[in-house]
Nanobody, 115 residues
């Protein structure tokens, strides 16, 4: 399976961005999906996750109420809507899924929030 993330960019604090992750190779509906991020000098952290049919979602405390994860299994795409962005949200964002205990990552997309 291959994941391709895009939609990052530079935005002012308080602004919004929408990230997309396109999957190919396997039916997306079989797998839970997630978005992670990694800021310079920090470990990669889970930002948001969504179950295979989108019924359940989970968010890091730092993004609750500001970010929304969603998915469209028909187009094999997972989204991360990010509102009210803060400078501390600056990071490379990665989409992720796990198949048989193997991690698959997208190539990452840079999000930079200026103050």
């Amino acid at each position: 399976v291959q994941l391709q993330a895009f939609g990052g960019g530079v935005v002012e604090a308080g602004g919004s961005l929408r990230l997309s992750c396109a999957a190919s190779g396997r039916p997306l509906r079989k797998y839970d999906m997630g978005w992670f991020r990694q800021a310079p000098g920090k470990e990669r952290e889970l930002v948001a996750a969504i179950t295979r049919y989108g019924r359940n979602t989970n968010y890091a405390d730092s993004v609750k109420g500001r970010f929304t994860i969603s998915r469209d299994n028909a187009t094999k795409t997972v989204y991360l809507q990010m509102n009210n962005l803060r400078p501390e949200d600056t990071a490379v964002y990665y989409c992720h899924l796990m198949i048989a205990l193997i991690n698959y990552w997208g190539q990452g997309t840079q999000v930079t929030v200026s103050s």
